[in-house]
C-alpha cells in the first residue's frame, strides 16, 4: 500500500468532492465545528495539511485567520492557486516531509490519515511537532460507518474481504480508521479530547438518494441536532476531533 496523491485526478477530485451534497454538507458541519472551537482564540496562525484545493482554508482565511496550505499533489495545488488570495501560502509537500508545526498555533487534518499507508505513523509525526498548548483539528474516514452503510446495501463479501479491492478506485479512501482506535492513539500521543462529532452521520444511509438534494436543509438541520450525540455521531461517515496537545 502506498500514499494516494490525486496527480492525474485532480479535475475530478474538485468535482467529485466539493460539486455534491456530500461534500458540500461535510464542508458545511466542518466550518461550523472550527467556527465553534477557533472563535474564543481569536486570530490564529494556521497549517492545513493536505488541504486539497484550498476550499477551508479560503474559508479559515476569510475568518481572519492566516493560513499556509500544503498538499502533496501538483495538480492539486495548481487548481487552488487559481482559486484562493495571494495572502494563502501554498506550498508543496509530503506529510511526512513538513517539520515546521512548532510555527502554527492550530494544525488541520481533514480526510488525510485514510489516504496513507501508515496513517499512525503520520499521527505521531503531526504530535512529534505540536508544542503544548496548541491545537489540531482532526477528520478522518470512518472505518466502523463505512461496515455498517456496507451492510445495509448488501455488500457482505466486499465486508469479508475487509473492504479491500483487487484494484483500488483511487476516489476511494484506502484506509478508513476506527473513531475508538484514533481517539485511544490521539491520548497517548498526549492530546485532549476537547470535542468529538460525527460527520454525515444520516446522509450516507439515506434509501432515497435524491432526498440529499430535494430535503438539503432538513437533513443539515437532523445532522446539527444530533451529530454531537450518542449513539449517532459514532455513525458519522467522517468522525471529526478537536485536540489541545498537553504534553
Known amino acids: 500500500m502506498k500514499d494516494q496523491s490525486f496527480d492525474g485526478l485532480a479535475q475530478k477530485f474538485d468535482r467529485n468532492i466539493y460539486g455534491t451534497t456530500k461534500g458540500r454538507l461535510r464542508h458545511e458541519l466542518l466550518c461550523a465545528a472550527l467556527s465553534e472551537h477557533l472563535a474564543p482564540l481569536g486570530p490564529q496562525k ?46 508543496q509537500a509530503d506529510l511526512f516531509s513538513i517539520n515546521n508545526l512548532a510555527d502554527y498555533d492550530v494544525v488541520v487534518c481533514h480526510a488525510v490519515l485514510e489516504w496513507l499507508a501508515k496513517p499512525y505513523d503520520a499521527l505521531a509525526h503531526i504530535a512529534s511537532q505540536m508544542p503544548p498548548g496548541s491545537f489540531l483539528s482532526l477528520t478522518f474516514f470512518n472505518r466502523d460507518a463505512a461496515i455498517f452503510g456496507n451492510a445495509l446495501y448488501g455488500n457482505f463479501d466486499y ?21 475508538k482506535e484514533v481517539l485511544a492513539a490521539v491520548e497517548k500521543l498526549g492530546f485532549r479530547v476537547e470535542g468529538k ?18 430535503h438539503y436543509q432538513q437533513l443539515l438541520e437532523l445532522e446539527f441536532r444530533y451529530h454531537q450525540q450518542e449513539p449517532y455521531l459514532w455513525l458519522g461517515k467522517y468522525f471529526y476531533l478537536w485536540l489541545v496537545k498537553e504534553i
Open 197 to 214: 462529532r460525527g460527520i454525515r452521520c444520516f446522509h450516507d444511509y439515506l434509501r432515497e438518494r435524491d432526498m440529499a438534494s430535494s
Open 159 to 179: 465486508i469479508a474481504r475487509d473492504m479491500k479491492v483487487k484494484k483500488q478506485v483511487r476516489l476511494n479512501p484506502q484506509q478508513p480508521l476506527s473513531p
Open 46 to 91: 494556521i497549517i492545513e495539511l493536505g488541504g486539497g484545493t484550498g476550499v477551508m482554508a479560503d474559508y479559515l482565511a476569510g475568518a481572519g485567520h492566516q493560513l499556509t496550505l500544503t498538499d502533496v499533489s501538483a495538480e492539486i495545488l495548481h487548481l487552488a492557486r487559481q482559486k484562493l488570495p495571494a495572502d494563502i501560502t501554498i506550498q
